[in-house]
Every structure is written in structure tokens, then in C-alpha cells.
């Protein structure tokens, strides 16, 4: 590696992926910018370098991050005809989103046939922790690669967990943390819904339920911030969560193990992705809840 600071590559500007690129920013990145819609990537002018393919970004970066939305949209930036594995400056990768594991090894092995290393290093948080750069980081990967790109995980996250050199292990701990995140929502939706039904005040269930055993991320930020506000703006939809708890539960079922709790909070999902749309905010888990008790959870 040269004396210089490598020049960081960013692809996907969207609404975790642009925070990020700016906290790279903020912290002195030299950076080089892609997005699929020219908006989002103009935002950076005269802030950073606007590449017009991943390839062009990858020809002038060292180091290239990748947060897009989708197993096609991975492979189209990484390894696709205008995709990273053509340019011929980065020799590290980082892989950012939220994928299926033996999507992220494939991706590896292809550019590792390239001459470039991966980095498994999805991220938790949501969009508030993006803003602030207080997300958390877990990764997976070659020791050496984690070692040069640590400095600058750490730019968007308060927290970086190395879990190992084994590509896909991250995104394993990913959907772990997911299924968590998603139970705590499911759940704490429905108890709140149930006590508004038998009359209690929801902020007063907070307050209760927040210096007691039963707090958890939903019910600090979630449930007050985006229900009761009726906001439903968290950042993340139905949809996706919809499909990182069938990947966990696709992942149970290749180990051999039964999810039943898991499966209870994927119908949860599944029944309020059908009424409300895929694309909704996830908070909106509560609304056929709701209906069904023919109650709202509001002040």
C-alpha cells in the first residue's frame, strides 16, 4: 500500500448508504461516489468524485463500500458488466448490506479470482444511528483487510465486532440481530395494543415498561417515536424485514432447528406486509394489530 491515504469508493447513496458516505466524508475520506439514481449521487458535488458506473469507481478507488438493496442489485455493481471486479485500481471490497451468505462467499470468490479482497461487514442501527455514526459494525473476513479498513467503519459506527475470517459469518450475526429486532417490535406492538384495549395510557405503558425488565429498542424508540407519533418513518420496510426473517428462518431449517417463536413473528410481518404494502415502514407491523382490537395506539 502506497504512503498516501487510499481513496475510499462508495456505491449506494440511499437512505443508510448516503449518511454513511457523508460520515466517510466528515471524517476526511477522499471519496469517489455511485448511485443508480444521478439525484442521490449529485448531493455529493463538489464533495466528492461522481463516478458514472461502479467499474469507473472502482478504477479510482482503493478501498470500495457497497450499501444497495437487493441480491440483483449486489451483482449488478459487483461483478456485473459495468461492476466493480472490471476496474483496475480497488483491491478491497466491503460489503455493507444485508445478504444471504452464500451470496456474499460467491461474490468473494469471484473477486478474489480478481485480485481483490471482500470484507463481510453488514451493519445494525437503522437510519437514525446512519445520521449520527453511531451505528454498529460486525464483520467477517481476512484479518489483513479488516486490519486496513477498520479506521474507516468506524467513521459510521460507534461499535465494530470482528467475528472471524470466515466470509458470511457476519451476515449470519446479521439475521440473528434481525430476528431479535423484529420479535421486540411484533411483540411489544402487540402488549401495547392489548393494554390500550383494556384502557391503559400508552405513554404511561412506556414509561412503565422502560424503567422495568420489559424494555427493549421498540418500545425506547420505535413505538414512541414512529406509533404514537403516527410518523410510521423509521427507515426499513415491511417487505425487507419480511425477507431477512425468511432468511433466518431458511437458515434454521438448513441447520436442522425449529423456530416456532420466529415463525409466529414472520406471520406477523407477512399478514401486515399483505394489508399495508411491502414497501410501508416495518412500525406499521402494528396496524392490523390495531384493527383486529379495534383500537389505536396514540396519546
Given amino acids: 500500500m502506497p504512503d498516501r491515504l487510499p481513496t475510499i469508493g462508495f456505491l449506494g447513496l440511499g437512505a443508510m448508504g448516503g449518511p454513511m458516505a457523508e460520515r466517510l466524508i466528515s471524517g476526511g475520506a477522499d471519496l469517489v461516489v455511485y448511485n443508480r439514481t444521478a439525484a442521490k449521487a449529485a448531493a455529493f458535488r463538489d464533495r466528492a468524485r461522481i463516478a458514472v458506473t461502479p467499474a469507473e469507481v472502482a478504477n479510482q478507488a482503493d478501498i470500495v463500500f457497497a450499501c444497495v438493496t437487493g441480491t440483483e442489485a449486489y451483482r449488478d455493481v459487483v461483478v456485473g458488466p459495468n461492476g466493480i471486479i472490471h476496474g483496475g485500481r480497488a483491491r478491497d471490497y466491503v460489503h455493507v448490506g444485508t445478504s444471504q451468505p452464500e451470496f456474499v462467499e460467491d461474490l468473494a470468490r469471484a473477486l478474489t479470482a480478481r485480485g481483490i479482497n471482500s470484507l463481510d461487514a453488514p451493519v445494525t442501527g437503522g437510519v437514525p444511528r446512519a445520521l449520527n455514526g453511531t451505528l454498529t459494525v460486525m464483520a467477517a473476513g481476512p484479518h489483513a483487510i479488516f486490519d486496513r479498513t477498520k479506521s474507516y467503519l468506524k ?21 440473528v440481530n434481525n430476528v431479535l429486532s423484529a420479535s421486540n417490535l411484533a411483540l411489544a406492538c402487540e402488549a401495547i395494543v392489548l393494554g390500550r384495549k383494556a384502557g391503559l395510557d400508552p405513554r404511561a405503558m412506556l414509561e412503565v415498561i422502560n424503567h422495568g425488565t420489559g424494555q427493549n429498542s421498540a418500545t425506547l424508540t420505535k413505538i414512541p417515536d414512529q406509533v404514537l407519533t403516527r410518523k410510521f418513518k423509521h ?13 433466518f428462518s431458511d437458515l434454521a ?11 409466529a413473528v414472520i406471520e406477523s410481518f407477512r399478514t401486515a406486509a399483505r394489508e399495508e404494502g411491502d414497501t410501508e415502514d416495518l412500525t406499521k407491523v ?9 383500537v389505536i395506539v396514540e396519546p
Fill in 155 to 175: 467513521h459510521y459506527a460507534s461499535k465494530v465486532i470482528y467475528l472471524g475470517e470466515r466470509i458470511g459469518a457476519a451476515q449470519i450475526m446479521k439475521f
Fill in 235 to 247: 427507515g426499513g420496510s415491511l417487505g425487507l424485514m419480511l425477507k431477512d426473517l425468511e432468511v
Fill in 253 to 263: 431449517a438448513r441447520q436442522g432447528f425449529s423456530v416456532p417463536l420466529a415463525q
Fill in 286 to 294: 402494528i396496524r392490523p394489530m390495531e384493527r383486529a382490537a379495534e
